[in-house]
Every structure is written in C-alpha cells, then in structure tokens.
C-alpha cells in the first residue's frame, strides 16, 4: 500500500507490531536508517493520536476506542514517553520545551539532549548511611563537644553549622563512593564463592568466603541506605535487591524535579540559569516577607456562639512540654523527609539522640520558655512542585 499509494516514502516496521508502520519519512529529502532496535530512539511528530484524555483540548472529547488504539500501537512497538529506564541512563538531561505556534492549531516541540547545567553549589544534605558506617559516632562526638558560643538553640545551630564541614570530609575522606564500593564488593564475594566452590573444604578459602559476604552485605546495607533516602521510596524491605527499583525511581525524581526554563509574559523561552533562578526567587520575594493588616477586626462576640474549650482543655494547652513530647515528635518524622535549610533530616538526631538528645531538650524547652527565636529558623528553601491534574 505505501508503494502504490505514496510514492517516494519509506517506512519502517517490526513483527512485533503486526506489520503496522513506526516510522515514516520521504526518501529524496532524508536518509534514515535502523541501526539496532534495542537502542532507545526517538521518534517526534504529530502522530494524530491520543495516548491520554488530557492529550487533547477542545474539539470532539477522546472515546475510550482512540485511547486502547494508541495504546496498543505503543505497547506492540514497545515504544514510550522519554521518561523510561534506557532513554533516562543515555540521556538524564533530556527535555521537550512544549510551545504555541500563533498560526497554527499546533504546537510546536523542541527536544534537547545536553548535558546538565552548571547550578551552582549543592546544599548540605545529610545522608543516612553515613550511620552504618562504625566511626560515625565518634566523627560527629569530636566536633560536637568542641566550646561553641550562644545559648539554647543558637547554639546547637552553631555546632551544626561547624558539624557540616567535619562530615563532608567524612564523606569524601571514610565513605567514599557508595557505587564503586558496592559494586567492587559484590564482585569480591561473587569471586570468593567461585573459588570456595573449588576448593569446598579448604578454610583458608571458607574464612574468605565468610569474610567477604561480611563486606558486600555492609556495602549493600549503605547502598541500599543511599538508594531509599534518594528516591524517597520506603516501604520496599531490605533484602529483596530493590536496586533496580530505587535507581529508576531516582531517575524518575530527577528528570521530573528539574526545571531549567520558563516561558515569561511575552512567551519567551527564557533559559539562562542565572534568569530562572533570579525570575522565581522574585516571585516568591514579592508574596512572602511584607506586612499586611487583616481587614476586618476579630469580633469578640462570635466566641460566645459554637463549640469552646473547657478549663481544664484551656489548661492542657498552656502547660509546659516536656523532654518526652519533644522526642516523641522527633520520632514520628520519617527519617527520608526532606530536610530544612541546614541540611539535617531526622535520621541524624534519631541516631545521635542517645549522645546529644538531652541538650537539644533542653535547648527547644528553653524557646518556649523564653519565646526568642534565632533568626536562622526564620529562613526558608523554595521547592518548586511540578503540576499535577489530581494533587493530594
């Protein structure tokens, strides 16, 4: 039919996909050719199809028949969006900038493949698996104990602050890199079984066996560690080699985080790092940090009418917390929540609790006691959320 009917064009298919046509493209203006099919390509172009019902806007609404068609034809050429495992490993920076075209009821899009930009410095950000390492403990108890000015909480932000430096050279100095010892590890052990299974009654070779299963399940602990914080994915157990899983999500996480331009008043594409980050930081500074009075007073009388606290409700509130409210709330943080501005999750102070939670007690009982807040907890870090059509 494309011979008899398009005369100039070739086409491209599979068995897989029972014959129908996955490529398409006239033969006297380009020159394609199919290396290999299990190599992610990209294929772009107005399919005159849907593969979602927010695919398309206005017109005649999607039956349910045009997606199990487009869907079908996706699945039997194994074809999918730029968000699958192979196409993130060969390209994690790759974008499609989506846009208008004035004169036309399209849109145009703009695929690039580069590498990543340069966003500055990174954050501090602890990690958990820095805990399964032995001489944590120790690293964090050195800087700590060390004489710090301040009071209360200004304090222990002060040895925080100095406890960042002492750990990103614990990182880079003790830790490592949490992939290479992973995998250097499992290769250990995989040769150690090889040649236990040689010689089965040598003990040399048993001791070795022994000693290198110890190394690859404490690298395997720490990467899995590293893993599950990244991804933010808890609920899969230790054990069930969840690598796989962890990686993909983290890949997930980061193409879909990442925005690296924007479309201003005038429809411009703006992609300078420097212009993004001043556009939103901008924004945010206009909405946040001004003084406004509320328009209409509180009328007292309205406190007569509908439910109100009892005495002894009213007394519960004002009573002073204690040493075990304060750690029980510590506690019930998930140790792979995202951290604050100074870069400590949960999963430091659950570990280090036992050494420095009577200090840190002390210190929030006193804010509420003294009701002086230092001016750091008064800053703040923007996360930008990506849109979504059904948020929770």
Known sequence: MMTSYFSGWDYYTRPASEGRILLIWQGLSVSVEVLKETTPWLVAGDFNAVFEVTNRVGGHNITALELVDAQKWRALGLVDEMRTRDWLDLFPHAEAVVNWEMLSDHCFCIIKSGAALNCGVKPFIFFNMWTDHDNFKETVMQSWCKPSKGYGLERIIRK?????????????????????????????????????????????????????????????????????????????????????????????????????????????????????????????????????????????????????????????????????????????????????????????????????????????????????????????????????????
């Open 160 to 392: 925080l602050g100095r406890l960042k430096h002492v750990l990103r050279k614990f990182n880079k100095r003790t830790v490592g890199d949490v992939v290479q010892n992973y995998t250097i590890a499992k290769e250990n052990y995989q040769a150690a079984q090889i040649n236990l299974q040689g010689d089965p009654h040598s003990t040399d070779l048993q001791r070795e066996e022994r000693l290198a299963g110890e190394i690859f399940s404490n690298h395997a602990r720490i990467y899995d560690n590293f893993l599950r914080q990244k991804s933010k994915v808890n609920w899969l157990r230790y054990g069930d080699d969840n690598t796989t899983y962890f990686h993909a999500c983290l890949k997930q996480r980061r193409a879909s985080n990442r925005i690296t331009s924007f479309v201003n008043e005038t429809g411009q594409l703006i992609e300078r790092f420097e212009d993004v980050v001043a556009h939103f930081v901008n924004h945010f500074r206009k909405i946040m940090g001004s003084q406004s009075n509320a328009s209409v007073p509180i009328q007292r009388s309205c406190f007569r009418y509908g439910n109100s606290l009892s005495l002894d409700q009213q007394i519960c509130l004002i009573k002073p917390f204690t040493k075990k409210e304060v750690e029980d709330a510590l506690f019930s943080i998930s140790p792979i929540k995202s951290p604050g501005p100074d870069g400590y999750g949960s999963g430091f102070f659950k570990v280090m609790w036992k050494d420095v939670g009577a200090e840190i007690s002390k210190a929030i009982l006193d804010l509420f006691d003294r009701g002086l807040l230092p001016e750091e907890f008064n800053k703040a870090t923007i996360s930008l959320i990506p849109k979504i059509e059904t948020p929770t």
